[in-house]
C-alpha cells in the first residue's frame, strides 16, 4: 500500500475500497463460522443455502455437487445419528482472501462426538473454500476438507491461502 498522501474523491475512494474488503472478509468469516452450529442444529437447508446452487462440497469419502446434496447429507441416517447422540463440528478461524467477486478460506476443523459418555475427536481437518459473491452475498462454490493425517495433500490444501 502507497504512504504517499490521498486527497479529494480518491481519498474517499480509497476509504470506501479498504471498507468494502473488510466487510467481505467479515461476511466470509461469518459464513464459515455458520457452518459447525448450523450442520450440528440439523438445519439442512440453511446448511445447503452456505453453497451456490450447484456448489460442490468434497469431503473425503463424500463429493456433493449441489446444494440438494449438501441437503441431504444434514438429512441422512448417519448425520442425523451424530447430532442425535451428541458432536460439534468446529472451524478454526479462517484465512480469508478477497479478490474482486471470488474469494478463498482455509481453516482447519475439529469433529468430536461422544461415545459411551465421553467426547472424543472423530476427525481433524484442512478445509479450503472457494466462494463467489452472489446477489444473495457470499456463496461457496466448493470445499474441499480433508483428514490432517499428515499427507502432502492435506498439507498443501493448508498452503493455499489466497488461491483457488
Do not use: K
Not at 479498504?18 to 468469516?29: C, K, M, N, W
Amino acid at each position: 500500500m502507497s504512504t504517499e498522501p490521498i486527497e479529494g474523491d480518491a481519498r474517499l475512494e480509497a476509504i470506501e475500497e479498504r471498507l468494502q474488503l473488510l466487510e467481505d472478509e467479515q461476511a466470509i468469516a461469518r459464513l464459515v463460522a455458520s457452518y459447525g452450529p448450523l450442520v450440528d442444529a440439523g438445519e439442512a437447508d440453511r446448511v445447503a443455502a452456505l453453497w451456490t446452487e450447484d456448489g460442490v462440497y468434497d469431503v473425503e469419502e463424500f463429493h456433493m455437487n449441489s446444494r440438494a446434496d449438501v441437503a441431504a447429507m444434514v438429512r441422512s441416517d448417519a448425520h442425523q445419528g451424530l447430532i442425535n447422540n451428541g458432536c460439534s463440528h468446529f472451524l478454526g478461524p479462517a484465512h480469508v482472501s478477497v479478490d474482486g467477486d471470488r474469494a478463498v478460506a482455509v481453516c482447519e476443523s475439529v469433529l468430536l462426538v461422544r461415545h459411551n459418555g465421553r467426547v472424543l475427536p472423530a476427525r481433524i481437518g484442512a478445509n479450503h473454500f472457494e466462494l463467489v459473491r452472489t446477489a444473495s452475498g457470499w456463496r461457496t462454490t466448493r470445499r474441499t476438507t480433508r483428514g490432517l493425517d499428515g499427507s502432502p495433500e492435506t498439507r498443501e490444501l493448508l498452503a493455499r491461502l489466497g488461491s483457488t
